[in-house]
């Protein structure tokens, strides 16, 4: 259907609703019951130092509260909650092993004769990738950011922060914790450019995640029952 102007909807801007109820909590509940005993498993029969897989895994661990504090105030769409949960077994297989030594990253360094283990440009792409749809979410939901070229540029801008501040995290913990462990959650690989490739795969992610996602992310916020613009708002002439 189509929003008429003095609905609720700005007359510059054509939208499109599918009018749904809100939908349960079946789908984020049935998802953190799955996520919960693969967090627990890999905690406890983790390959690498728990103290590593905590840090590598605390973005996704408070992720969860976040989203937990925030479920009656902000319900999300459907697809951010799976996204979630696929960034969090992207984390969890490279804490399970420390990203240096996962078995995939070793299997392509031989096969494809790589000269180091690159499952960690995977979880720095996939730290763009995913979260981009949360990032776009809030925005639309809670801001009077409407699409369009400059919405783009802030979604991104935000995920190359994130990126950049997480390596921030990364280079402090080699001064906070032991050297073993802060070195293994660096993951540099005696790169010396490891950081301008994680933030740069953050940002390409991030890209990626926007406009290859984009479609699913929109009709899973309509099933919300939220409007959908499909074109831009149209500037004002001045005289």
Same mark, same amino acid.
């Given at each position: 259907?189509?929003?008429?102007?003095?609905?609720?909807?700005?007359?510059?801007?054509?939208?499109?609703?599918?009018?749904?109820?809100?939908?349960?909590?079946?789908?984020?509940?049935?998802?953190?019951?799955?996520?919960?005993?693969?967090?627990?498993?890999?905690?406890?029969?983790?390959?690498?130092?728990?103290?590593?897989?905590?840090?590598?895994?605390?973005?996704?661990?408070?992720?969860?509260?976040?989203?937990?504090?925030?479920?009656?105030?902000?319900?999300?769409?459907?697809?951010?909650?799976?996204?979630?949960?696929?960034?969090?077994?992207?984390?969890?297989?490279?804490?399970?092993?420390?990203?240096?030594?996962?078995? #995939?990253?070793?299997? *392509?360094?031989?096969? $494809?004769? /790589?000269?180091?283990? &690159?499952?960690?440009?995977?979880?720095?792409?996939? %730290?763009?990738?995913?979260?981009?749809?949360?990032?776009?979410?809030?925005?639309?939901?809670?801001?009077?950011?409407?699409?369009?070229?400059?919405?783009?540029?802030?979604?991104?801008?935000?995920?190359?922060?994130?990126?950049?501040?997480?390596?921030?995290?990364?280079?402090?913990?080699?001064?906070?914790?032991?050297?073993?462990?802060?070195?293994?959650?660096?993951?540099?690989?005696?790169?010396?450019?490891?950081?301008?490739?994680?933030?740069?795969?953050? #940002?390409?992610?991030? *890209?990626?995640?926007? $406009?290859? /996602?984009?479609?699913? &992310?929109?009709?899973?916020?309509?099933?919300?029952? %939220?409007?959908?613009?499909?074109?831009?708002?149209?500037?004002?002439?001045?005289?």
């Amino acid at each position: 259907m189509r929003l008429k102007p003095g609905a609720g909807a700005n007359p510059d801007v054509e939208t499109s609703v599918i009018q749904a109820q809100r939908p349960g909590a079946r789908l984020p509940i049935a998802l953190l019951v799955l996520a919960a005993p693969v967090l627990a498993l890999t905690l406890v029969f983790c390959r690498a130092r728990r103290l590593n897989w905590l840090l590598e895994v605390a973005p996704a661990l408070l992720g969860y509260v976040a989203l937990a504090v925030t479920y009656r105030r902000m319900r999300l769409s459907d697809f951010c909650y799976v996204v979630v949960f696929l960034h969090t077994l992207v984390l969890v297989y490279g804490a399970f092993y420390t990203y240096a030594e996962t078995p #995939l990253g070793n299997w *392509a360094k031989e096969a $494809f004769h /790589l000269s180091r283990n &690159h499952y960690d440009r995977v979880g720095h792409f996939a %730290l763009g990738f995913f979260p981009v749809c949360i990032i776009k979410e809030v925005l639309l939901r809670a801001t009077p950011l409407r699409r369009g070229g400059w919405f783009t540029f802030i979604v991104l801008s935000i995920v190359l922060a994130i990126a950049a501040g997480y390596e921030f995290i990364e280079w402090g913990s080699t001064y906070v914790f032991a050297s073993d462990v802060g070195q293994a959650f660096l993951g540099s690989q005696g790169d010396p450019w490891d950081a301008q490739w994680d933030m740069l795969l953050g #940002l390409i992610g991030g *890209a990626a995640g926007f $406009f290859l /996602l984009g479609p699913i &992310h929109d009709r899973s916020l309509a099933q919300l029952g %939220l409007p959908i613009e499909l074109t831009p708002p149209a500037r004002s002439a001045t005289v």
